[in-house]
């Protein structure tokens, strides 16, 4: 535009120039033939500059009307205010679309990008913890190294601290809340007139337990029941980053009896355990569990700065930990030979020496990942599902997923519908609860591959070559899926049922430059305005808001819109190769 405005100029200066020339007296013919020259010159100039970038500052709009189709042209001052409103135009487009579907699109908050301290650093996994103090455990491996790194949703979202846990690569994280034993003395403290009924299972597990061989030692004290004692390691600690990989053959002796509430519904998992009196014992606070691929489970205290504190627990199996399952006041693990163990705890704690054994899968089919849905445990095995009915440990449906036996690779539940991708796989299936009957089946392509449309041809084709689901996520009423692409889709998953018509998917446009490692979801809380602070201290109102945060995790950063303009982009380069966490408000 600077350019177009200085050649303008200088044809105005020509043309005074050659008004001027005509009064010379003395001979000027060529002096007019010069200046003749060089008025066509720029005048040229001129021309293919204004047509150059007038299409860049246009913009032709096709329009719908009563007397038929009708195209508008709008042309714009410089063609960054165009790509500009050409981005709010179409955000704008979509939110309209969406809201007419009663799906309000996530609000996209922020990117929050991982600097790698090794290199090769991906993530795996992760995790938000409990209690008041909304953190999200985030876990980083490289196949040699486990680390994790905290990212603190208040005031901003910020990542506090990257440090090393184990030799290892990380494979999964749960959060398991305090005790619901203690949860439910203090209500009964609070409140006089509730009755709880507890069935009492403790006769069954001690007739699985006498029948379990130890296959698991831990590196504490001798005792049946390990207590979460919080303690401080050294910065030089040699054994922080390390698994211990010995193990006890020793029987223990058996535990007491363990009082286990018989619910339906996974345990809430809202404990605001570790924010009482300094007296509470530590072993009743919340804790996040840590499976590695040597076989350790890590566990530690939701309120643990991981910087300076070891694990408080750790659990050496004999082979990797591919799933951590909280439910009912049990842990579910499940391990690469097939097996999955369940500890319980009691009122001193959990119970790590001695846990329940039972045999699912095997060697060469291992039960790779672990859903909750409806109170039974959908256990993969390759292209199959194994439903574990918690009550009994027994399998009692087993359902075929895949006919060319592809192994299962995300699961995730909503309202009475459980959706599972496949691997190599752009296809995700949805399949009923109860029935497990196969509702429908979503291609994914058309909706990434029109994401991608200002993405560069080659790259396009490549990603849609090798096009897969790589992460599954329920919040609310929407399916959230991440793809090897990059590209995040929501799928509306409320009232579904045999007959339904396929729902549409919606593509965000804001994703990764490669893969989407993980999806996560945490419910955060944040101070309201002075004036509702004050009337809480008067009356009745709580001066907090509660809003659900969904978190993607993978490689590099993306704003699809206009990613055309970014591949030649130095900082998008240099983008493409950090960890980033992509934050929305749902």
């Known amino acids: 535009m600077k350019e177009i405005e200085q050649l303008t100029e200088d044809c105005n200066k020509l043309q005074q120039i050659s008004e001027l020339t005509v009064s010379l007296r003395c001979q000027h013919q060529v002096l007019e033939d010069t200046i003749r020259d060089l008025q066509r010159e720029i005048q040229r100039q001129l021309n293919d500059r204004q047509s150059n970038d007038s299409q860049l500052s246009q913009l032709e709009l096709t329009l719908n009307s009563p007397t038929g189709a009708q195209t508008m042209t709008v042309v714009f001052s410089k063609p960054e205010k165009r790509t500009q409103w050409e981005e709010t135009f179409t955000d704008a487009k979509q939110k309209l679309a969406t809201s007419v579907e009663k799906h309000p699109t996530p609000e996209f908050i922020s990117s929050v990008p991982i600097r790698k301290t090794r290199a090769g650093l991906q993530f795996t996994c992760a995790s938000p913890t409990l209690g008041g103090q909304k953190d999200v455990w985030v876990c980083n491996s490289d196949g040699y190294v486990g ?89 030089d600690s040699e054994g922080e980053n390390s698994c211990d990989k ?38 009743n606070q919340s804790t996040m569990w840590l499976g590695t691929e040597d076989g350790c489970i890590h566990v ?49 704690g959990w119970n790590t020496t001695s846990p329940l054994h039972i045999s699912v899968g095997t060697v060469t089919e291992p039960v790779t990942k672990l859903l909750n849905v409806a109170g039974k445990i959908w256990c993969s095995i390759q292209g199959i599902i194994k439903v574990l009915n918690t009550s009994s440990l027994h399998v009692e449906n087993q359902i075929q997923i895949s006919n060319d036996s592809k192994p299962i690779t995300n699961m995730a539940t909503l309202s009475n519908c459980v959706w599972i991708s496949i691997q190599n796989s752009a296809h995700i299936k949805c399949f009923h609860s109860t029935s497990y009957d196969l509702l429908f089946e979503v291609n994914l392509a058309p909706s990434v591959n029109k994401m991608l449309s200002n993405c560069d041809d080659i790259i396009r084709q490549h990603k849609a070559a090798c096009l897969r689901v790589t992460s599954l996520l329920a919040c609310k009423d929407l399916i959230w899926v991440g793809t090897s692409a990059g590209v995040l889709l929501t799928i509306p998953a409320q009232g579904l049922c045999q007959g339904s018509p396929i729902p549409a998917v919606t593509g965000i446009p804001h994703g990764h430059t490669g893969h989407v490692r993980f999806l996560t979801t945490v419910e955060t809380t944040s101070l309201i305005d002075e004036n509702a602070k004050r009337l809480s201290m008067h009356g009745k109102t709580k001066p907090e808001i509660t809003k659900t945060l969904v ?17 030649m982009s130095e900082i998008a380069g240099r983008e493409d190769s950090t960890n980033h966490l992509l934050l929305w408000d749902v």
């Not at 002796?253 to 996974?266: C, G, L, T, W």
């Not at 591919?322 to 391990?335: A, K, P, Q, W």
């Open 300 to 348: 530690y205290n939701c309120t643990d700065n991981i910087r300076i504190k070891k694990n408080k627990i750790k659990i050496q199996h004999v082979s990797a930990v591919y799933s951590i399952l909280y439910l009912d006041n049990r842990v579910f693990v499940s391990l690469a030979n097939g097996d999955i163990l369940i500890y319980t705890r009691d009122v001193n």
């Open 246 to 283: 010995s193990t006890n053959n020793q029987t223990p002796a058996q535990s007491d009896p363990i009082v286990i509430p018989q619910h339906q519904q996974q345990d809430s998992i809202g404990s605001n355990s570790g924010l009482g009196d300094e007296s509470e014992n530590n072993q």
């Open 147 to 235: 680390q994790v790194c905290v990212l603190s949703l208040l005031p901003e979202p910020t990542v506090t601290s990257c440090n090393g846990v184990c030799n290892a690569r990380i494979l999964c994280v749960a959060s398991v809340p305090a005790s619901i034993e203690n949860q439910r003395n203090s209500q009964l403290s609070s409140s006089p007139n509730i009755s709880i009924s507890i069935e009492d299972a403790a006769q069954q597990l001690k007739k699985l337990q006498l029948n379990n061989k130890t296959q698991q030692s831990t590196d504490e004290d001798d005792t049946d029941n390990v207590q979460l004692e919080s303690s401080s390691s050294s910065d």
């Open 551 to 567: 978190i993607s995790g993978g490689d590099g950063y993306e704003d699809f819109r206009s990613s055309g303009n970014n591949t």
